[in-house]
């Protein structure tokens, strides 16, 4: 898979709200209720990072979550990225 060009990947953000792209990733922060909802979907997100086997560079403190999604193969942000990422979009709303 080939990593996008900077102006492909604005190009897609604009379908992305809530992501934006910046050191050679695509980045979101997502607050929650709680630590056990954040968990929650941290654990739905990897179920489906695992059958993608594209797996997001992520943090969490108590009902916060940052992810940041790459394609370290590729050397960039690739479609796989943009999959990935809607599937979170999805997962979260």
Do not use: C
């Amino acid at each position: 898979m080939k990593a996008l060009t900077e102006q492909e990947i604005k190009d897609r953000l604009v379908d992305f709200q809530d992501w934006e792209y910046h050191e050679n990733a695509i980045h979101t922060s997502i607050e929650f209720r709680d630590f056990k909802d954040a968990f929650s979907v941290m654990t739905r997100i990897a179920f489906e990072a695992e059958k993608m086997n594209h797996h997001p560079d992520w943090s969490n403190v108590y009902n916060s979550l940052s992810i940041s999604l790459s394609t370290h193969d590729a050397g960039g942000v690739t479609e796989k990225d943009f999959e990935l990422a809607a599937i979170i979009d999805s997962l979260v709303s």
